[in-house]
RNA sequence: GGUCUGUUGGCUCAGUUGGUAGAGCACAUCGUUCACAUCGAUGGGGUCACUGGUUCGAGUCCAGUACAGACCACCA
């Protein structure tokens, strides 16, 4: 303890470092990939987090995206993770319209123009919230490269593909059945909505027949049949096959509507017969598209019944439901009501039900754009991981319908048609023209509705990079390698990004689409606000530094399964960093100046044991990076960490660094070195603060900063010596077993007792040169490495390993009994595991169909407990 | 209705091409000079949901069952 150590406190403390190197490295440039055409880059893109956000324990996964980001940096890779955030069309205009309506104003006050501003100031002040929070996880992405999906450049990339797919005719404009929020105020798209049970009512009402027979019909929305312009039922179904082709009287309104015969229809589902409504169900519409049936649209699309539902005109669809109800248990037309649960569509974003009504919007082909996007995966252009999530992928797009892509918002990207009230012409164009490409007038007014918020979303992997322009970052980045998100926006985010980058690029836009998770609470609920279930980042951040967070989050977790998220994993984590800390305070103490190399230094049994098992964590750890197993990475570098180096090699270290012999102590000193540095290299993409304030508390020979040098380290086959760790491992096994029979017996733990041992056979040199580690290790005083039994002490406890036979001489502290109790559970595993591999060697099949090295391990194993099993006997008979 | 996932020690979860089950937390006993009590040593604890199949050998592959969860569809 002669070092000064002030610039390490005894516990790591992230708060103080964390700030400090972010910055080094954001204002130091790191996070810039350095464009190198002879290599090749590895890109990400972040997916843009809504400017309405604020950090949460999903965005914190994110961590994987860094964890990526770093490791290929540290690899070499010209790296670029592109940041940016979503304008998030109708989750701000909600936000918006609420910060609005506490100042008693509305948009209709504001006109258009005026709510625009107030948006733009929104996002001006809350729209840099969420990456600024980004930082303080540790995110390397490259700042300078920061997108917004309203960026002037990333408008014109949508106008651009808005106007390409209009002049392929992918993109037309039509009335249609189309998802509505009476709330929102918007059509939305089919994913947009969420279905959620509900218990309502099966309504059975008689329709008179005009030529027939009455038919009963089933509905679960009684308002509705204001709109029926026809009865279906099926082809097949005997019941009804004279009644197709004539008529029945809707009731209340006494329109007279046809029945007609559809497929549609399941015959064995309430009475057979169903009321057709085409402007209200988008079933309903598909029938009527095949019967040239009328449409009538009786509900406006703030949910108010028009002047075509009659009498119910003004009000509201609820009370026309009771009203409607009520009229016709009036007019005996009501057979039957009955309890029934159905799901109900809700809007996703305010949780209002839905409306499925026809209107008048702009929509996708999506058809021919799916196959070649379907393709994609199929032949392994585009990759997912887990691959599970294609099935997922192509069970969507396989039953793809067309993109309701216009929202009736201001928010947004304004949809580029134009429209002239003197010929009334429609004409789509990237810029407003000056007159009407028809009759020349002037007076041109553009379509109101903004586009899809994923409509823009959908670009990002090309539109980021300056598309449509043909810029350096598109052509070098692009496409780019992983994809890391969610399994809950793939198909509204990542099936709409490869199906437009291909169509646009003629590339799919990633090679690997990495599924995670979600973030669950400790019990496994989702988090949320609501809630009140949600941890906040920060907070954990605050409490346990980043570090510890990203550990909790990319350990001990599969891919593409759920987290659940406790402040105990965050907390063991935090331990975790401390151990590090504390190894690294240890080896900085102790290593008195730059170390040397260890390519001079003479190599002990203990020596090549950690160097093996340090090459093997490099190819374990770097084996795992690349194929997205970051929790077995994790796995590999904790067990290294705290169960190899710092329960072992440090403590070995101790008595060759306090010791007076030179040589041995500078031996150590590069040994500690040498696999120290090593570790913060393996560590950093997962924990990169305390891995950089380490490695710049560290003398070090020529080292800048783990981010500056990026030099991940390779597999050094010069230390890598299977047998001698082998060896080692023997040798630790006898350590534990001394430390279990000293437990045992209540030897006192200050109390360095004798021990001898009797090596098996080929274990001699082994355990000789070892010596001193059980002195060490096991707390033993003057050990003998015995050469027969007959030395062994009479009066002893005892003990078996593969490599060892254990004498401790304990005199009055030998038990009898528990020596043979001890050595009989002994005899008795030993004779077990013989039997099993006995009856193993016996069996023909496996001899015959077992890989050679398997049955030699066999073999190997079997010999070696029998020798102990004939050591146990011995030992057994000495006890009595 | 369809698809997918999970079911492994008290809890949370790992388990890479099939080769005699692991971690963290919790628990028990012991331990305070010499990096760390955010620590050390040692230990107890699992018929890997169930049934059948393939195989010399199955937690691991196949089929089915039960339970839990997610997603898609939405028959009014």
Redesign the pocket.
Known sequence: ?TEPIEDMP????PADIEAKWYRTWEDGGYFKPKIDPAKKPFTLMMPPPNITGQLHMGHAMYTIQDVLTRFHRLAGDPTLWLPGTDHASIATEVKVLEALREEGLTKENLGREGFLKRAWEWRDEYGGRIVKQLRRLGASCDWSRERFTMDEGLSEAVAEVFCRLYEKGLIYRGDRIIQWCPECMTSLS??EV??EEQSSH?WHVRYPGVEGQDVV?????PETMLGDTAVAVNPNDPRYADLVGKHVRLPILDRIIPVVADE????????????ITPAH???DFEVAKRHGLEILRVMNYDGVMNELAGPYAGKSASETRRLVAAELERLGLLVKVEPYT??VGVCYRCGRTVEPITSLQWFVTMKPLAEPAIEAVRSGATRFAPE?FA??YY??ME?IRDWCISRQLWWGHRIPAYYCDDCGTMSVARIKPSKCPSCGSVELRQDEDVLDTWFSSALWPFSTLGWPKDTPDLRYFYPTSVLVTG??II?FWVARMIFSGIEQMGETPFHTVMIHGLV?D?Q?RKMSKSAGNGIDPLDVIERFGADALRWALVS?????????Y?N??T??A??F???LW??A??VK??LGGTPGGIGGCELDLADKWILTLCQRTVRDAE?HYR?F?L??AA?SL??FT??AF??WT??LS?PAL?GGDELKRDKARAILAYVLDILLKLLHPIMPFITEEIYGLLPLPGKHGLLIEADWPVPDAAFDFPGEAARMEGVIEI???V??IR??RGVA??RRARLDLLPAAGWEDALEEAAPIFERLANAQGVRILTRRDDAPAQAARGVTAAAEIFIPLGELVDIDKERARIGKALAQTRQ?IA??EA?LA????LS???AG?IEEERA?LEQ?RAMLAALEAQAEVAG
């Not at 549609?264 to 009321?275: N, Q």
Request: aromatic share 12%; glycine share 8%.
């Open positions: 303890m005894k516990a790591y403390q089919d994913i969420e279905y099966l019909v089933a509905t679960t929305r549609y229809v399941d015959a064995s589902f309430g009475t057979g017969a169903v009321k169900d988008p079933n159905h799901n599970r099935q997922v069970n969507w039953n399994y809950d198909f669950r400790a496994g001990g977790v599969s891919p593409g399964n759920d987290l659940r406790s105990e994993k907390e063991a935090r331990n960093a401390n151990k504390n190894a305070r240890f103490m102790n084996r194929d197993d929790a077995l796995q904790y067990d705290w169960n710092c329960d440090i403590e101790k306090f350590v534990r077993a430390r279990a437990l045992e733990p200050g595991e099993r591999g193993k069996n023909e099949g496996f169909k077992a890989p398997l194993k407990r």
